[in-house]
C-alpha cells in the first residue's frame, strides 16, 4: 500500500506569484483535503475534494483553488501570494466518507 | 463554524508517568473526533480516533474518552515512554469539515 506523497517538499515563491502544490493519495483513497499549517499552530482546513469535485471550503479566499484528477491525485493552486502563506501545505487522504484521514509529508511554502 | 479548544499547550512528564491533554468542541453536529502525534518535521499520524457514538476507546497505552454532553473529549497516555515526546492535535470533524485544536507540545522526561 502507498502512502500519501507531496511535491515539491520545500518552495520559495515572491509575493504576488503563484504557486501549484500537488498531492497523490493513498491507494485506495478518492478523497483529498487540504490544510495550511503555521509555524506552532493546528492545520487549518482549506477544502476537500472527492471525485473530482470540491465537497467543502473552510475559511480560505478564493485565490486558494484546487483540482482533482482521475486518478485521485490533486493540486493546490494559490494566487497573488501574500507573505501571511508562507506556511507548510499538507494534504490528507481518506476513503469515500470514512472519516479517518492520512497525511502526506507536506510542502513548506516561504513568501519573500 | 466548529471551533476547538485543546489545553494544554505544553505538557512535561517524567517517563512512567500519565499524560492527559483534554479539547472542547462547540459544534454538537461533530461526529468525529481524531488524536494526531507530529514529531518535528514530520507529518501529523493519526494515533487514536472515537466516533460519537462511543465514550471510550483504548489502544494499548493510548485511551480517548468523550462527552457529547459537555462537548470534550480526552487523550490519555499511561506509562509514558520518551518517545511520545512530540506535539498532539486533537481535531472535531462533520463529515468533511475537520477541525484542529491548537496543539500540546508534550515532553518525557527520562
Same mark, same amino acid.
Given at each position: 500500500?502507498?502512502?500519501?506523497?507531496?511535491?515539491?517538499?520545500?518552495?520559495?515563491?515572491?509575493?504576488?506569484?503563484?504557486?501549484?502544490?500537488?498531492?497523490?493519495?493513498?491507494?485506495?483513497?478518492?478523497?483529498?483535503?487540504?490544510?495550511?499549517?503555521?509555524? &506552532?499552530? &493546528?492545520?487549518?482546513?482549506?477544502?476537500?475534494?472527492?471525485?473530482?469535485?470540491?465537497?467543502?471550503?473552510?475559511?480560505?479566499?478564493?485565490?486558494?483553488?484546487?483540482?482533482?484528477?482521475?486518478?485521485?491525485?490533486?493540486?493546490?493552486?494559490?494566487?497573488?501570494?501574500?507573505?501571511?502563506?508562507?506556511?507548510?501545505?499538507?494534504?490528507?487522504?481518506?476513503? &469515500?466518507?470514512?472519516?479517518?484521514?492520512?497525511?502526506?509529508? &507536506?510542502?513548506?511554502?516561504?513568501?519573500? | 463554524?466548529?471551533?476547538?479548544?485543546?489545553?494544554?499547550?505544553?505538557?512535561?512528564?517524567?517517563?512512567?508517568?500519565?499524560?492527559?491533554?483534554?479539547?472542547?468542541?462547540?459544534?454538537?453536529?461533530?461526529?468525529?473526533?481524531?488524536?494526531?502525534?507530529?514529531?518535528?518535521?514530520?507529518?501529523?499520524?493519526?494515533?487514536?480516533?472515537?466516533?460519537?457514538?462511543?465514550?471510550?476507546?483504548?489502544?494499548? =497505552?493510548?485511551?480517548?474518552?468523550?462527552?457529547?454532553?459537555?462537548?470534550?473529549?480526552?487523550?490519555?497516555?499511561?506509562?509514558?515512554?520518551?518517545?511520545?515526546?512530540?506535539?498532539?492535535?486533537?481535531?472535531?470533524?462533520?463529515?468533511?469539515?475537520? =477541525?484542529?485544536?491548537?496543539?500540546?507540545?508534550?515532553?518525557?522526561?527520562?
Amino acid at each position: 500500500e502507498t502512502g500519501v506523497t507531496q511535491s515539491p517538499t520545500h518552495l520559495i515563491k515572491t509575493r504576488g506569484q503563484q504557486v501549484t502544490l500537488r498531492c497523490s493519495s493513498q491507494s485506495g483513497h478518492n478523497t483529498v483535503s487540504w490544510y495550511q499549517q503555521a509555524l &506552532g499552530q &493546528g492545520p487549518q482546513f482549506i477544502f476537500q475534494y472527492y471525485r473530482e469535485e470540491e465537497n467543502g471550503r473552510g475559511n480560505f479566499p478564493p485565490r486558494f483553488s484546487g483540482l482533482q484528477f482521475p486518478n485521485y491525485s490533486s493540486e493546490l493552486n494559490v494566487n497573488a501570494l501574500e507573505l501571511d502563506d508562507s506556511a507548510l501545505y499538507l494534504c490528507a487522504s481518506s476513503a &469515500g466518507p470514512a472519516p479517518e484521514q492520512y497525511f502526506g509529508p &507536506g510542502t513548506r511554502l516561504t513568501v519573500t | 463554524g466548529e471551533n476547538v479548544e485543546q489545553h494544554p499547550s505544553t505538557l512535561s512528564v517524567q517517563e512512567g508517568d500519565s499524560a492527559v491533554i483534554k479539547c472542547t468542541y462547540s459544534d454538537s453536529a461533530s461526529n468525529y473526533f481524531p488524536w494526531y502525534k507530529q514529531e518535528l518535521g514530520k507529518r501529523p499520524q493519526l494515533i487514536i480516533d472515537i466516533r460519537s457514538n462511543v465514550g471510550e476507546k483504548k489502544d494499548q =497505552r493510548i485511551a480517548v474518552t468523550l462527552n457529547k454532553t459537555a462537548k470534550h473529549f480526552s487523550l490519555h497516555i499511561t506509562e509514558t515512554q520518551p518517545e511520545d515526546s512530540a506535539v498532539y492535535f486533537c481535531a472535531a470533524s462533520i463529515w468533511h469539515d475537520m =477541525r484542529f485544536g491548537a496543539g500540546t507540545r508534550l515532553t518525557v522526561k527520562p
